[in-house]
């Protein structure tokens, strides 16, 4: 008797499981995408939506681990200078175009003789790219380049129909062509996106019959849309709305890591920031763990390197402990026993809660004496102002879109990128800038101890105060399965269902 | 009539070529670098560089004005530095959208402004009346965006009547053509009020009045039907601000229409796509103007231009 | 005299203008009956409920709610009094000089304004805080330079009208210079509309900072300023109401009175009504 329970449990919550084709998912996100052409593309909702439509050789997990796609395998050689992918074969892309290697090295030659949007990523690394066979494709780097798996996991290395780009040439990115799970169907500018089921695809037709991508810039109007049921899946959520919504029954709240580290980065060349005594004061004035429990509602960890955990290369230094009286010392050591005065910059609704950071610690740094005076800059301003390097403190958010370290270290800190480049910390240490360029010729274990001893280096300089790594809240309804989350910040439903 | 045709025509010109130099400079003169933006944050400096070669910026600011002045007589707008679409392709869907959101916004507010000012005009000065202009009043004192986020919740969320925004069906232009249409039509209201009585009190009135019409007919056949014509100017000059000031409205329900795009493009130093906003909402603007002032001279006969 | 007897014959007026009367005593005196510093955060006491110790609750940095709605009328009071007291003294006196004068001068200045006004409502504003960085003084600025032109043409208006009269006559062929005409007797003359518009205007203005702070150009954190409240709190009407509530109805009543009373005055100065918005 008890085995027939058992098995009626088991086939019920089968029923109620079970993978079911059909139905489409409407997910209100913030901004609409910019241009559907992986290589003139950098916004994250154009990315997301073109990973729901062409592949690449190879893909993130959601560990962010780097798997095999369109490429079935790779081999690379000794000096780590060339790099060999065999091709899945028999695939097409939406248009009929078969995917080969040729399809495979018209794509990256594109991106590396024009000057798209994407270039710069792949062009100062690759020499060429050959399609040698009918399904093996060869790049020749120029140097051997640690994170290049990494560069081709990136969004910009998906592969699209060369058909599709011949035909519709600059006008490709309203017309994307791929060879993924879904086809694209129409895009209202400013409201949204559909994609319907690619049944021909490769790896079996997808659940979902439609997807649609609604823009919905206001954050309580996505957490009403998902109350009411219009939209399925409702991305950016404030962290406040998220108790309320974790009582509803028919909503699941999906919290996860991102790489994105959010901190207040000090002009390394202006007084009194070029004593380290002064910015280390900063670091240990902040209440890290207090930023992340009250104003990010627990939606955050306070952060201990200029890399988030989930980055490869990422190590753990301990960082700054909250610390008022050891800040208090150093700034008197540093001849500021009665503090200073100071501007710090902020973007507003930039990054969850920026500005409200930035007002949390005026308080704190207040507490130690240093008088801060913040200043909101709307985002194309502020950049302008850090172009000119007139900034004293700017709070500024930073992910890596290759999930890979190199891409921190290289641009905000080595110190030939000082602004206008993104080093605006304007920070300079020799020893920092060889193992980072060590860093870039290495493989495996021994890039990661380059990276851990130049990240130890940064945390002691501090160049920055390092705030937090945020989360990212997405709510979706609990008749959606499968939903699935890149910590690079780009949400999933081409593996979904609906139940 | 031709001379006051043709001298409102230059005007109109003139206007255009203002706004459009205005618009122009504006934009050049805020702090800002178009190619720094569409580049995307983390993108190497090269690109930068590259994008602002190809988009022109390096170019003297009054040889990109020639530039631009001389492709709008081809009638060619430019093409959106952030999306490369052509601007007319950018702007015409959602001057679309911000048309039908005005039009119901204004029919809406026309038809809630005659009924309270028609009414509180029949027995001026009592509760009623009083009650009516408080009411009118209730619409132009609340911030519209607070009105939109309680609205939306009441009806979107809690009642589930209609839906929290988007467009497609009839539906979803109820809430904000409502909290749009709340706040113009306290101008329609009063000006309603206010002409009636006039017209109540005039002496073609009494006229009816002393022949024996009765109290509906008088006010129906004789004093709204002269009434009307100030409060068409009203209702012109509404249109004319709905279509441009629904920016809040449009944010708050996720309308896609020209007043978001205008404040998006120009957060993102999009110049082509706000000089064609600007553009487009000043030509309705000054049109709405011009065809308010033909209705009114068609309306009134004894109004004759010089 | 005369005109507050007839706004107390109105109890629409009558409470206009005791909610304006409040509103400039609390602007005026809110560093004095704020419970709290306005800006002291207490992280570890945010969205608290309203309560006895916080009557209008605390918000999103733990701040007291009720103190800042009673700075936030003192920011209010200074944005809006010093916007439209700039735009009517710019606007009343270019208005009415080329009122009076004509000619060229009236031509060029009322096309200046009819450009103006081709960019409604917000966009003015937005296009100014986009040029000069954000700020109180921007704001100001901001919302004069939008009222510039409506002031401009009333009191072009108004002083069309006196210009016809007999005493402006009189003066003129008893030799008086221009600008003792103008100071001394179109201007006088002509500033009932100008008051009646600067009081509905007012009202509007605080709208205006308002829609300003809520595109995020606004007044500067972390000053309490209720349109800056009503937007930041925005997210939150559902799960912490009261920091939206407290500071939009503060906004609406002052609105509100402002609206009522101009509505008294302009009844009590021209019964028949003429309507001056539009």
């Not at chain 3, 270019?94 to 409604?120: H, K, N, Q, S």
Request: aromatic share 12%; proline share 6%.
């Amino acid at each position: 008797m008890k085995k027939f329970w058992v098995l009626l449990v088991l086939f019920v919550g089968f029923l109620g499981l079970a993978q079911q084709y059909g139905g489409t998912v409407v997910i209100a996100w913030g901004t609409d995408a910019v241009r559907l052409d992986p290589a003139d593309m950098t916004d994250n909702p154009s990315e997301t939506v073109l990973r729901h439509i062409m592949d690449g050789l190879v893909e993130f997990d959601e560990g962010l681990n780097i798997n095999p796609c369109l490429a079935k395998s790779w081999e690379i050689s000794e000096d780590g200078t060339v790099y060999t992918f065999y091709l899945r074969e028999g695939i097409k892309f939406h248009d009929g175009t078969p995917f080969n290697a040729e399809a495979v090295a018209f794509n990256f030659n594109r991106i590396i003789t024009q000057n798209l949007r994407r270039t710069a990523l792949f062009q100062p690394y690759i020499e060429s790219v050959t399609a040698v066979d009918e399904y093996v494709v060869v790049f020749k780097l120029f140097a051997p380049f640690g994170a290049f798996l990494h560069h081709l996991s990136h969004g910009a290395a998906l592969i699209q129909s060369p058909t599709a780009v011949k035909t519709w040439g600059t006008e490709v990115g309203k017309h994307p062509v791929g060879t993924g799970p879904f086809k694209f169907v129409e895009w209202v500018p400013g409201d949204h996106i559909t994609l319907e089921a690619n049944t021909e695809y490769w790896k079996g037709r997808p659940y979902l019959d439609r997807i649609i991508f609604q823009v919905v810039p206001e954050a309580a109007t996505r957490v009403f849309r998902i109350e009411s049921g219009e939209a399925h899946v409702a991305t950016r959520i404030p962290p406040t709305e998220v108790p309320r919504l974790q009582i509803n029954p028919n909503i699941e709240v999906m919290v996860r890591q991102t790489l994105r580290v959010i901190y207040i980065g000090m002009n390394n060349q202006k007084p009194p920031f070029t004593d380290v005594r002064v910015r280390q004061a900063v670091n240990y004035a902040i209440d890290k763990e207090l930023l992340c429990q009250s104003i990010l509602g627990g939606y955050a960890d306070p952060a201990d390197s200029p890399l988030a955990p989930l980055t490869w290369g990422y190590y753990s230094t301990g960082g700054y402990p909250y610390d008022p009286e050891k800040a208090k010392a150093l700034l008197a050591e540093a001849g500021y026993p009665n503090g200073f005065e100071a501007t710090l910059y902020t973007p507003k609704g930039r990054y969850l809660m920026d500005y409200e950071t930035a007002l949390a610690v005026q308080a704190m740094l207040a507490d130690v004496g240093i008088k801060v005076r913040v200043q909101v800059m709307e985002w194309a301003a502020y950049l302008s102002m850090l172009e000119r390097r007139e900034q004293e403190m700017f709070l500024l958010g930073w992910a890596p879109s290759t999930a890979d370290g190199d891409w921190v270290l290289r641009p905000l800190l080595h110190s030939a990128n000082w602004s206008p480049r993104d080093n605006n910390a304007l920070y300079a240490n020799p020893e920092v800038d060889a193992l980072i360029e060590q860093g870039m010729r290495a493989m495996g274990q021994e890039r990661y101890e380059l990276y851990k001893k130049a990240q130890e280096i940064i945390v002691r300089d501090a160049p920055w105060a390092f705030l937090y790594v945020l989360k990212d809240i997405n709510v979706y309804n609990k008749k959606l399965h499968n939903v699935q989350y890149l910590p690079i910040e780009i949400l999933l439903v081409k593996n979904a269902w609906l139940g | 009539m031709l001379a006051f045709f043709v001298r409102r025509l230059l005007m109109l010109l003139f206007v255009l070529f203002s706004v459009v130099t205005m618009a122009f400079f504006v934009m050049r003169l805020a702090p800002g670098d178009p190619a720094r933006i569409i580049a995307g944050f983390d993108a190497p400096y090269e690109t930068i560089l590259a994008l602002r070669r190809e988009l022109g910026l390096d170019r003297p600011v009054i040889v990109q004005y020639v530039r631009y002045l001389g492709s709008l007589l081809r009638g060619d707008f430019g093409r959106s530095y952030n999306t490369r679409r052509p601007v007319l392709e950018e702007l015409g869907w959602r001057y679309k959208n911000t048309l039908i959101l005005a039009i119901c916004a204004v029919s809406f507010s026309t038809f809630l402004g005659l009924t309270l000012g028609g009414l509180s005009a029949i027995k001026p000065y009592s509760i009623f009346d009083n009650f009516a202009m408080v009411v009118a009043l209730l619409g132009v004192s609340a911030p519209i965006f607070w009105l939109a986020v309680i609205f939306m919740w009441v009806f979107g969320v809690k009642l589930r009547i209609f839906p929290t925004g988007g467009t497609g069906t009839v539906r979803h232009i109820v809430l904000p053509s409502l909290t749009l249409g709340l706040a113009l039509s306290a101008v329609i209201a009063r000006m309603t009020r206010s002409c009636l009585l006039e017209c109540l009190g005039q002496d073609y009135v009494r006229t009816a009045r002393a022949m024996g019409f009765g109290e509906r007919t008088v006010i129906f056949r004789y004093a709204l039907r002269n009434a009307l014509i100030p409060v068409v100017t009203v209702v012109g000059l509404q249109l004319g601000y709905s279509l441009a000031g629904a920016v809040l409205t449009e944010t708050v329900f996720a309308w896609p229409g020209l007043g978001r795009l205008l404040v998006d493009s120009i957060f993102a130093r999009d110049y082509p796509v706000v000089q064609g906003c600007f553009i487009f909402v000043a030509f309705t603007f000054a049109l709405t103007n011009f065809l308010v002032d033909v209705v009114y001279s068609l309306l009134d006969p004894r109004i004759r231009y010089h | 005299m005369r005109i507050l007897k007839t706004i107390f014959r109105n109890v629409g007026a009558t409470l206009g203008f005791f909610g304006v009367l409040a509103f400039i005593v609390v602007g005026i005196t809110a560093p004095y009956i704020a419970p709290f510093d306005p800006n002291k955060q207490n992280l570890r006491a945010i969205f608290q409920p309203p309560s006895q110790d916080h009557p209008f609750g605390t918000d999103q940095f733990g701040r007291d709610v009720l103190s800042r709605v009673l700075w936030g009328a003192r920011t209010s009071l200074i944005v809006a009094t010093s916007a439209i007291a700039l735009a009517m003294l710019m606007g009343a006196l270019a208005g009415v000089i080329v009122g009076y004068r004509g000619g060229w001068l009236d031509e060029v200045v009322m096309r200046f304004v009819d450009v103006l006004l081709t960019f409604p409502d917000i966009f003015l504003a937005i296009i100014i805080t986009a040029v000069v960085p954000p700020g109180l003084g921007t704001t100001i600025l901001a919302i004069a330079v939008y009222n510039l032109p409506q002031f401009i043409r009333v009191a072009r208006a108004a002083a069309l009208n006196v210009r016809e009269n007999a005493f402006v006559e009189a003066a003129k062929a008893s030799g008086a210079s221009t600008s003792h005409v103008v100071f001394r007797h179109i201007l006088p003359n002509s500033l009932a509309p100008i008051v009646v518009l600067a009081t509905l205007r007012t009202a509007a203005s605080i709208l205006t900072a308002a829609g300003l702070s809520f595109l995020g150009l606004g007044v500067q954190p972390p000053t309490a300023e209720w349109g800056t409240m009503v937007s930041e709190a925005r997210v939150y009407i559902v799960s912490a109401p009261w920091t939206s509530i407290f500071p939009g109805l503060a906004i609406f009543f002052t609105v509100l009175s402002f609206n009522l009373l101009g509505d008294g005055i302009n009844d009590a100065l021209n019964p028949r009504r003429r309507a001056f918005r539009g």
